[in-house]
């Protein structure tokens, strides 16, 4: 045989294999008649190249596909992926660095006002890399990238590479700022066009969306028609925003986008942690279809807060933001979001000397929020976020038997309540594997640690002797920066607030 004849038999077999049966566990599957979770126990479900063919309530299913791949999962679970629809990949290498920061100081000190003096192109794609393996690895399937890389040709395109080598599937929201003495939004308006050109987009899991916080307060409407011509014509999966109203002022709110006409298009718009939302900006989303990102690790964190945000949980998805600083695995921020609305609607009635007696928020809705709701935030409702025919095969196997899961009846709340990442062993995307027996299987992955860790290294040195710049006594968008105070781990003298160990 030629060679290139023993290629396409390979070809072939190759993609007659792409089948596989997870079968006899028990599936997290999504009912679209009563859009709610369905526990299947027992079951199975077929995936055909990209796509769940099947979902079965028997362990044997008759009629699969010739060649197909066959991994029993008894004992374990099976769910769909997460999806976090907020998330700063290319900052990998800041992480441990930022673990007491503020948002004020990371503003000056790790965001991309800063690092494009520091950093090159391919720094921000072992970075932006090492990102999406620790999301995959955490059965983070899809993400929503607010791409601030933007601040040359080179990072961004850098950054997009990244995505498209994970395996993982990114929304990229291109990010349009001004970065004093760098770039300009002008400029970076023929960066997008050509981007969105881009051979290796076509057929890849990564689509080219939008990321702009000029809204509002003060929005420039010559450059925001702009850039929403550029989003139409070239047909930008997304846009995104920072929202931060109440004392922040950074606005972006529905109100502001709304005010230009932008709010009630066919586009998904996401408005990351919607601090402060109004309930003008609440009707409004829930009028348009628009979501908001809750991402509580970070709101906690950094002080944005989340006020309201449990009142509008029909229109959230969360995210996670800086991974640098905190967990950065869905799961976790789901079952922070659920402890932390237990607490916000128990506060007030403790308050006036009432005692609880019943609990406003379930596993199960923790669970869409993680899953479902990021889909339907991306309007891609009908083929991301659950477990059903026709959609994408994004799916994690959990082990049902590790030390922290063993004994559960519940599999929604085994997962959201007694989970760890560590207890992931498998994820596929889109019907590939890249997690497998507990093990990220993408090929480059050794050489993308090592390339990572110098290029990380690098840049920490260049952090640590970087000045922290001094923000009490300043002033915010009109307020005043102050100090917060601290708390004392150690009794009596001195300061027992410890070091940060870099
Ligand atoms: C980026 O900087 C590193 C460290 O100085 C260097 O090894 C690498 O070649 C540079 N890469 C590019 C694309 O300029
Ligand atoms: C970018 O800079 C231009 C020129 O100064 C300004 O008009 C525009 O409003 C700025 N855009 C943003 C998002 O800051
Ligand atoms: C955008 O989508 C429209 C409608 O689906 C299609 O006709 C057009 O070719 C797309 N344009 C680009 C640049 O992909
Ligand atoms: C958005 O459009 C839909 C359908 O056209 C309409 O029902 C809804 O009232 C609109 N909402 C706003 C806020 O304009
Ligand atoms: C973080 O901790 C270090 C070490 O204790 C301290 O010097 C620094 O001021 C802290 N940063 C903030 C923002 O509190
Ligand atoms: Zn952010």
Redesign the pocket.
């Known amino acids: 045989m030629k060679p290139n004849t023993i290629a396409l038999l390979s070809f072939l077999i190759a993609v007659k294999a792409a089948s596989i049966l997870f079968k006899g566990g028990t599936i997290i599957a999504f009912n679209k008649q009563t859009q709610g979770l369905q526990v299947i126990r027992d079951g199975s479900v077929l995936v055909e190249d990209d796509r769940i063919t099947g979902v079965y309530d028997s362990t044997t299913p008759n009629q699969i596909p010739p060649r197909t791949e066959i991994i029993d999962i008894s004992g374990k679970i099976l769910t769909p992926g997460f999806i976090d629809t907020h998330r700063h990949g290319w900052q990998t290498a800041f992480k441990t660095m930022a673990s007491n920061t503020t948002l004020l100081e990371f503003f000056g000190r790790y965001s991309s006002f800063v690092a494009p003096f520091f950093w090159?192109?391919?720094?921000v794609y072992d970075s932006q890399l090492a990102g999406l393996y620790e999301a995959l690895n955490a059965g983070v399937t899809t993400s929503l990238d607010h791409a601030t890389s933007t601040w040359s040709k080179e990072a961004a395109e850098a950054g997009l590479r990244a995505c498209i080598d994970s395996g993982a599937r990114v929304f990229y929201g291109f990010s349009f700022a001004n970065i004093s003495g760098v770039i300009t939004v002008e400029q970076l308006l023929p960066i997008y066009r050509q981007m969105a050109a881009k051979p290796a987009l076509k057929n890849s899991l990564v689509s080219l969306g939008i990321a702009y916080d000029g809204w509002g307060p003060n929005p420039n409407v010559a450059e925001i028609d702009k850039i929403m011509d550029l989003a139409t014509e070239l047909n930008a999966s997304v846009i995104t925003t920072h929202s931060l109203q109440g004392p922040w002022g950074f606005t972006n709110s529905p109100e502001d986008i709304h005010a230009l006409s932008y709010l009630n298009i066919s586009l998904p718009i996401i408005f990351s942690h919607a601090s402060f939302l109004t309930p003008l900006g609440a009707s409004l989303l829930r009028s348009t279809n628009q979501f908001i990102s809750i991402t509580p690790e970070s709101e906690m964190h950094y002080g944005q807060t989340h006020p309201f945000s449990h009142s509008i949980q029909d229109q959230s998805s969360l995210g996670i933001d800086t991974h640098i600083t905190f967990s950065s695995d869905i799961l976790t921020q789901a079952r922070i979001w659920l402890q932390q609305t237990r607490y916000d609607l128990y506060l007030p009635l403790l308050s006036q000397n009432k005692i609880p007696g019943t609990n406003p928020m379930s596993v199960e809705q923790a669970f869409l929020l993680a899953t479902r709701n990021g889909a339907l935030a991306l309007r891609r409702g009908n083929d991301l976020g659950g477990i059903f025919i026709g959609a994408k095969a994004d799916l994690v196997i959990w082990d049902g038997e590790s030390p922290g899961m063993l004994g559960w009846v519940d599999p929604v709340a085994a997962v959201i309540l007694h989970a760890n990442v560590g207890d992931i062993e498998g994820v596929v995307v889109d019907g590939k594997w890249v997690k497998r027996g507990g093990k990220l299987t993408g090929k480059g992955y050794g050489d993308a640690r090592k390339k990572f860790l110098r290029s990380a290294r690098?840049l920490q040195g260049i952090w640590k002797g970087m000045e922290v710049p001094r923000v009490v006594g300043g002033v915010f968008n009109g307020n005043e920066v102050v100090d917060v105070g601290r708390v004392d781990v150690l009794r009596g003298e001195g300061d027992g607030y410890g070091e940060i160990y870099l």
């Open positions: 090159n192109a391919s720094d690098r």
